[in-house]
């Protein structure tokens, strides 16, 4: 008498197709299991981007369906080299991710570094702290815009109180010298709890014995953060500047919704230009040389890092 479903299926199955089964080693059986996935991989991830690579060498503009596509070899490569819009919109994107990485690490750490020592109230501060992350980029955006609003913002008011200043004398997101920091300033506040919880894992990983042998050996707290704190959790730190360097090097909606690229240009990063380029200036063949452009810089780079950081694993 069959009683499990996995028994009434077995006896359901043709002999012919049970008997191939049964012939299948480990090996083949996993491979049938993980087919479907690596399927839709290929077909969600790699074929869109060998046709972008494709349409990359051609003239083709999406809202022209009929009209003839012509190969144009290196040219739109050549003509976003020498582009200067295109270098000033790299030169703003690594003015954003320079700064909010290290800020975000040195904030990050130092967090960590606090909450992990035990003191009343420590779990209520570690999930105020994490709070920002938990929102939505367009929630913070639209958040962040009244704060700066010049008139009836919080973060006018408060800079004005600290300086002195009249509050309604500047403006973060339409000068074009306060626009860059007013980005820095959300994304900081916004992920610094990603990079504070990476750290945190990081300081409770090691062991409470080598702080003991440390003190043992008569060494200073200074001394123990140099030479203890520090190189164990050097992995995790770069491990959080890996993840959070990839995630601006993109970063799209929180900057759309705060300035929108501007005042002019002056806040314009790679991915809001690459989409201008793409969907309102209809350029999807100059457009996707620009995404294949940003695709090998970015995993070039990353290779190395990566490369950098298993060398520090392995110390």
């Known amino acids: 008498m069959l009683h499990s479903p996995i028994d009434r299926v077995a006896s359901a199955t043709p ?23 690596i399927v839709l991989l290929l077909a969600i991830n790699i074929f869109p981007l060998i046709w972008t690579i494709r349409l990359s060498f051609t003239n083709f503009r999406v809202n022209r369906p009929n009209a003839p596509i012509e190969f144009v070899g290196l040219r ?4 976003i080299l020498t582009d200067n819009d295109i270098w000033q919109s790299m030169q703003a994107t690594a003015h954003f991710l320079i700064w909010t990485i290290v800020l ?74 306060l626009a860059p920091w007013a980005i820095v300033i959300v994304d900081t506040w916004m992920w610094t ?28 707290k200074w001394r123990q953060f140099w030479t203890i704190t520090i190189p164990m959790v050097l992995p995790f730190l770069m491990l959080a500047v890996l993840f959070r360097g990839i995630e601006n090097f993109k970063m ?25 380029a793409a969907f309102e200036q209809w350029r999807t063949g100059y457009a996707s040389a620009y995404a294949v452009i940003l695709f090998v810089t970015v995993f070039g780079l990353a290779s190395i890092y990566v490369k950098a950081l298993n060398k520090v694993k392995q110390r």
């Open 15 to 37: 002999p012919a197709i049970a008997a191939r089964v049964r012939g299948l080693s480990d090996r083949a059986l996993a491979w049938l299991f993980v087919a479907p996935s």
């Open 76 to 79: 739109n490569y050549i003509n």
């Open 104 to 177: 975000q690490v040195l904030i990050g750490f130092s967090l960590s570094y606090l909450i992990n020592k035990k003191f009343r109230g420590n779990d209520l501060w570690t999930t105020i702290i994490v709070l920002p992350m938990m929102l939505s980029p367009a929630v913070v955006g639209n958040f962040w815009t009244f704060l700066y609003q010049p008139q009836i913002g919080l973060f006018n008011y408060v800079v004005g109180f600290l300086t002195g200043n009249d509050p309604s004398s500047f403006s973060m997101i339409a000068s074009t010298s």
């Open 193 to 220: 709890p990603f990079v504070m919880l990476i750290c945190l894992a990081g300081l409770r990983s090691i062991p409470d014995s080598i702080y003991e042998a440390a003190e043992c050996d008569r060494a200073s």
């Open 252 to 276: 799209f909606d929180l900057v759309v919704q705060l300035t929108g690229g501007g005042p002019g240009s002056i806040t314009e990063l790679t991915s809001i230009n690459l989409k201008r």
